[in-house]
């Protein structure tokens, strides 16, 4: 693209001084190629805004709303104080005429069951179980029945759903940034008050990626993310858990495989699809302390026994 | 602005993240996946969102970036005007307080668009349905701003020959006149 043209724009859309002006003034005077050029982009000169604010799109499906606002809650629970400024939990319409069939079975809802369920929390209310399959009209035998069958805990349930969010995308440019991930470590366990390690799962192909701060019902709730040679990325969650020790325990939570334990009050649940990973040995290997810390212990010794 | 308040801004932006999908897209279901995945990497990423930068903006940034990647991992180079899907756009026109011949400029408007090559569709819609600035447009698209001026100058030359008066010397546009609906 010429100079000229760029210029003849600017001209076009009023957009020049006065001297440029004259100056592409003279040049449309001398070439009748500028000067169709000129023609052209004012003929382009239309109300583009108004046009398209016609077009006849499709409304925003309910079912995309809800996600959104529910994944917006979520994300922001961990900041709000409880039931501030929190609506009421969005009681799915579940007829909704609106909402695409096929885009309703390609995304599986539990996610935002479970947003929903922490929004309830947030928002001072409580979705009993029994409303829960409410949230997933035509999957009558989906994860859901099984959470409830299995008395999965409602930060598990809601950590299910935020992993079920992921994709290799997700954290493909996430670099596991040392300096920082040692700071977010020194801060969980100074401020959440968890004295969680970073297990190095490398020999079972988990590349770490990241480990991030949440909440749930407002308790630290952390996240520590690695990405698997093949398949979506798989998260190890902790948060407090002031009960007593707890084995292993394997169950599946819609397409969700998870693996959970209670060890030195802490409740972990370590959550991903088997693709090629042995959720159940891996959950064993770490609940055993088998795999060595990641980042090496010069890094995280300080903050390990400050925590 | 920043960040933190992107959850919240998020549902007030869904209608316009929502038209965009579609836009770009063309496909009611893949645009909602996309809108859904962009909001979920937007929420990944919101600590990055600078206070100098809209945050539509930044979420276009997302909306398309997470687009071009979907069509990188289909394999499909590029979406032309031949693949579009027409449910969504068979009726153009808002009946609705508008004569008919708004409604048929409109609906010409938004056909002539259509028919640009996609990164000329895309810099059109950014800058003159969505209002973005250059600089904004450029930062969307991770290009330089000298890329959209170029873009948007050839898309509006296109568009300027399907609405122009017939030239006196008749060209090339005098024959893709007839190609408006």
Redesign the interface.
Known sequence: ?KTD??M??AYVDGELAPDESQEVEMQIRASSEAA??V??????R?????????????P??E???R???A???A??AG?LAPGANDPSVPTPSVTSASA?V??RL??VPTWLAAACVAGAFVGGLFLRPGTLPLLNPGMPNSGNAAMASTGVSPWVTAAVGYQQ???R??VAYADANPAATSKIIDDIHRDDGLALRIPDLSSAGLTFKAVRRLHFNNKPLVQIVYLPEKGPPIALCVTKGAKADQAIASQVVDTMHVVTWRQAELSYALIGKTEGVDLDALGKRISNREVDRLFGDATLEVPALAG | MNGADLPGMLPEMLPRLWAFALRISGDQHDAEDLVQRACVRALERAHQLQPDTSPLSWMFSIVHSTWINELRARSVRKRSSMEWDDDFLENVADPVDKGPETQLMHGQIISAVERLPEAQRVVMLLVAVEGLSYQEAADVLEVPIGTIMSRLSRARQAVGALFGTPDPNPRASATRKDSIA
């Open positions: 693209m043209d760029l003849l724009m169709e050029l023609r052209l982009l004012q003929a382009s239309l109300d583009y805004k108004a046009a398209f604010a016609t077009q006849d799109l499709p925003v499906p079912s995309l709303t996600k959104i606002e994944m917006a809650r994300h922001s900041n695409p096929r885009s390609r995304t969010l992921y994709t995308d997700t």
